[in-house]
């Protein structure tokens, strides 16, 4: 997941001379995730700058990733965002405890979560009752969070707020989360640091 700054700051890509109409060109963001370059609106809300001069295009952008120029206009491009297997991941990571604002995708928009948020991709054909368990690096579990009916298909976001199941801040540390639905696991590193 990309890394969240903490002001938009002002991108620059050179494209190729061999680019006949560079207004066809749009900036792409790639998802690790899903596996998908995901198409980069501007940041503060104004249009990309084309300079032919310098064969640059220039945007503002709120997170650190790997981008590239497309000639393409569509949303998303790559494999399917749900493939045959269960995901799960957290951004940012490693976190402190502090509430901050993050940038999901799949239409989640900018959220406010004290820790981390967790991304889970359910693929199609599974569903049912999630739950996110938290265990700390000796194996002990810490947090069990409920995430309620989950569809395959769908992408769904959870917080963890850094705390256990006592309502006590964990300690600095290497922490693996494990999001269960039926009889599907995936597990998940996490670093807590203050």
Do not use: C
């Not at 890394?3 to 109409?21: E, F, I, M, N, Q």
């Amino acid at each position: 997941m990309p890394s969240v700054l903490a002001r938009p700051a002002r991108l620059t890509v050179v494209y190729s001379s061999a680019v006949a109409d560079p207004s066809t060109l749009n900036l792409y963001w790639y998802n690790p995730g899903t596996g998908q370059y995901v198409l980069q609106p501007d940041a503060l809300g104004g249009a990309p700058a084309l300079d032919a001069a310098s064969r640059s295009y220039s945007i503002n952008v709120g997170h650190f990733s790997t981008f590239v120029l497309l000639d393409a206009s569509a949303a998303a491009i790559g494999g399917s965002a749900h493939g045959g297997e269960l995901e799960a991941y957290n951004f940012p990571n490693p976190f402190d405890l502090q509430v901050k604002t993050v940038t999901t995708i799949h239409g989640a928009g900018q959220q406010s979560v004290r820790g981390t948020m967790v991304r889970v991709a359910v693929p199609p054909g599974l569903s049912g009752a999630g739950k996110l368990r938290v265990f700390d690096a000796a194996g002990r579990l810490i947090r069990t969070i409920d995430m309620g009916e989950l569809a395959g298909g769908q992408s769904y976001y959870q917080g963890w707020d850094g705390r256990n199941d006592s309502g006590r801040d964990v300690a600095s540390g290497l922490y693996v989360g494990l999001v269960e639905i039926g009889s599907r696991r995936k597990s998940f590193k996490m670093a807590v640091i203050k």
